[in-house]
């Protein structure tokens, strides 16, 4: 899908969701009284930080710990702390110069530890970890032994205690992963109101926000926020038990959720995850019993519970009430062959009294005429009457209004005769100004139903003419200026950026439109795709409609696109072609406008109407048509080698460079549509 006639082109077309700008940083708040005061003096200018760092007792916070004494609190001031800390004093409170502040919102300095090996490991009991941003564990412990691969490590069993600490109030970020969390149960644990964000780095573990892997007793993990994790916002790996998990948000772009395996006598209640790209947002693996799932929002992503027997365990006694289940792709509940222990007593997994997305109720042969998600059950053990018939008093939330967002379709451009290479697609920048976090898709690897995604970066493959295609979005992003890059991952490596530009939302014309326009499908192979389309469709209005809903659709632009499409809107319900229905549903914003983006595979060549309708006052419509071209090479000449599609593909093997490029190699060039990109949302 690319614009006819561009030469070496990566399109991003960005309709975003506006968020104001950082409030100015706050003061962080003074260290409590008698504590012994850390500051290395990295922080600039230190005359903002409270008049107690001017007098430091030590320059590192190892040295302070080595020394400290039972019920002793140690103040580190902020800066920038390059050490790793291990903790051997029971009753301990160490506290980052924003103890106490909700980390989704504070803006002041920060105390950060920033160690490759991981920053902090408890090794005592009842040691309390409050206020800091810890992050930067890089080093895979399969391959460095001093590695612990998370940001905190706690293991009693290997120290030889029991734990209960307490995990408050942390940014926990770019690690391998982000808390390895164990207790014995002598003690109660907590790893309460942090924000887990980007927990990716590569090695063992990587993508989990919360791992545990030698067993986790009297836990309560509460409050959280988890954005941007590639695997998991928690798993427990070890037999477990008493752990309840509650009141946290799972960030949606992301494969957020929560997995057991081996759990027993343990709750995930009035959690709230909207848009998860998990495979399941809750996963129960094999193993678990007395697992309670209540009072939470399961809400578009692909299955809002998954049973199953995944290594060899039954689960037993498994109960799922009162939750908000709806607009998810494969199923609001599936239970799998073997996942519920026998024998198959229909009714022994009691979902009873859910919503699921529709007051017919769920999708079920036994239950004709229910259209909302669907229910697998296929050991015949799932109960489900009575269902709820509406989302009034329970776990659902109300129509959440426009939220700050931007999404782009990212297009690559070159010449044919770097077919099948790979091009990563990043923006840094981006990523940086959106509070939220930023991940990209793409329907290589993946499908409508479930795109491939990726935070931070994402890989994609050149088709046969040059061409490659993603979408990135991000969340709670700043208006601004930012680079979006591509990289051919091979020789000749070329490297060409763009300045995304996004402004503040305001009123416009009345409308319905697509951008880019007149395009391009990219795909002819089962690496690079087949025939994919992807588009961002802005449906403006009159202010007078803001937060009501609006409508779109297109019969034909759906049926064009064989192999099957999506629709995502920017606030609301992906809808696709195992759906049961053809129209996606979005929120306008305070100045009247929406976003949704489409996907398609295996789409033919040819103009479709598009119709949008608003569903409040007068119920205007408004119509256009978006043409899609055939898959072609766009690039310009590049000298001799590439002017065919039919040139030689040059081919490269680890460590052989392959053959030399063209006498005068192709570029890349970046190009964002619309320009100037205004956002939307309120």
């Known amino acids: 899908m690319l614009l006819a006639g561009a030469s070496a082109l990566v399109l991003a077309t960005l309709v975003g969701v506006g968020v104001a700008p950082p409030a100015a940083s706050a003061a962080p708040p003074s260290p409590p009284a008698g504590a012994v005061i850390v500051n290395n003096g990295s922080y600039s200018p230190q005359s903002s930080l409270p008049a107690a760092c001017a007098t430091p007792a030590y320059p590192t916070i190892a040295a302070a710990v080595s020394v400290a004494t039972p019920s002793e609190t140690i103040y580190v001031c902020a800066g920038s702390y390059d050490e790793y800390v291990t903790i051997t004093t029971d009753d301990l409170t160490l506290d980052g110069a924003q103890y106490g502040i909700d980390p989704t919102t504070r803006t002041g300095p920060e105390s950060t530890i920033d160690d490759a090996n991981g920053s902090i490991q408890i090794e005592a009991d009842s040691d309390t970890i409050n206020g800091f941003t810890i992050e930067g564990a890089t080093n895979d412990p399969f391959t460095d032994p001093a ?92 037999p477990s038990d008493l752990i309840t998990v509650s009141g946290n948000t799972l960030v949606g772009g992301a494969s957020e959720g929560f997995a057991f395996f081996d759990v027993s006598d343990s709750s995930i209640l009035d959690n709230t995850s909207i848009g998860s790209t998990s495979g399941a947002t809750v996963y129960l693996g094999g193993g678990d019993s007395g697992i309670t799932i209540d009072g939470n929002v399961l809400a578009d992503g692909m299955r809002g519970i998954q049973v199953q027997n995944e290594y060899g365990g039954f689960n037993t006694d498994v109960t799922a009430n009162q939750n908000c289940i709806e607009g998810n792709s494969a199923a609001g509940l599936e239970e799998d062959a073997g996942g519920y222990a026998p024998p198959e007593t229909p009714g022994a997994l009691d979902a009873t009294n859910n919503w699921w997305g529709s007051a017919t109720g769920p999708t079920i042969a036994s239950n004709p005429g229910g259209t909302g998600d ?83 970066t994402i890989s994609v493959v050149l088709d046969d003419d040059g061409n490659a295609t993603a979408v990135v979005t991000g969340l709670d992003c700043a208006p601004g200026s930012d680079l979006v890059e591509a990289d051919l991952t091979v020789a000749p490596y070329l490297t060409q950026t763009t300045l995304v530009d996004v402004e503040p939302p305001e009123v416009t014309t009345a409308g319905v439109s697509g951008a880019p326009a007149d395009e391009i499908e990219t795909g002819d192979s089962p690496a690079s795709g087949d025939s994919d389309v992807y588009v961002v469709f802005s449906v403006e209005t009159d202010p007078v409609y803001a937060e009501q809903t609006v ?58 109407a598009v119709i949008a309708d608003v569903e409040a006052g007068s119920h205007p419509t408004y119509t256009s048509t978006y043409t899609i071209g055939a898959p ?36 890349m060039t970046v190009t964002v549509s619309p320009a100037p990109l205004m956002e939307t949302g309120s």
Request: net charge negative; charged share 15%.
């Open 551 to 608: 409508e779109i659709s297109s019969a034909q632009l759906e049926d064009r696109c064989g192999g099957g499409w999506r629709w995502e809107p920017s606030n609301g319900a992906v809808v696709d072609q195992a759906s049961g229905t053809t129209v996606a549903t979005g929120v306008l914003d305070d100045d009247g406008n929406a976003t949704f983006i489409f996907k398609g595979v295996s789409c033919a060549a040819g103009p479709s």
């Open 374 to 456: 669907a229910i697998i059950d296929q050991d015949k053990v799932v109960g489900y009457v009575p269902f709820l018939t509406t989302t009034t008093g329970g776990a659902c939330p109300p129509p959440p209004a426009p939220g700050p967002q931007v999404s782009a379709v990212v297009q690559v451009q070159t010449s044919p005769s770097y077919a099948g290479d790979p091009v990563d697609i990043s923006s840094s920048q981006l990523a940086s100004s959106c509070l939220g976090g930023v991940s990209f898709e793409t329907l290589q690897g993946g499908s409508t139903v479930a795109p491939r995604t990726s935070p931070d």
């Open 147 to 238: 590695a612990f691969g998370v940001g905190i490590w706690t293991d009693p069993g290997y120290s030889g205690t029991q734990g209960g600490y307490q995990i408050l109030d942390n940014i926990i970020q770019n690690n391998i992963a982000g808390v390895e969390m164990d207790n014995t149960g002598t003690l109660p644990a907590a790893v309460d109101d942090n924000l887990f964000r980007n927990n990716n780095a590569p090695g063992s573990g990587s993508g989990n926000g919360i791992e545990v892997s030698f067993g986790l007793s009297n836990a309560d993990v509460e409050g959280n926020t988890f954005t941007g994790d590639t695997n998991t916002s928690m798993v427990v790996e070890a």
């Open 632 to 667: 072609q090479a766009t690039m310009a000449t590049m000298g001799p080698k590439a002017a065919s599609k039919k040139a030689p593909r040059r081919r490269h093997k680890k460590g052989h460079p392959g053959t030399s490029p063209p006498s005068d190699p192709p570029s």
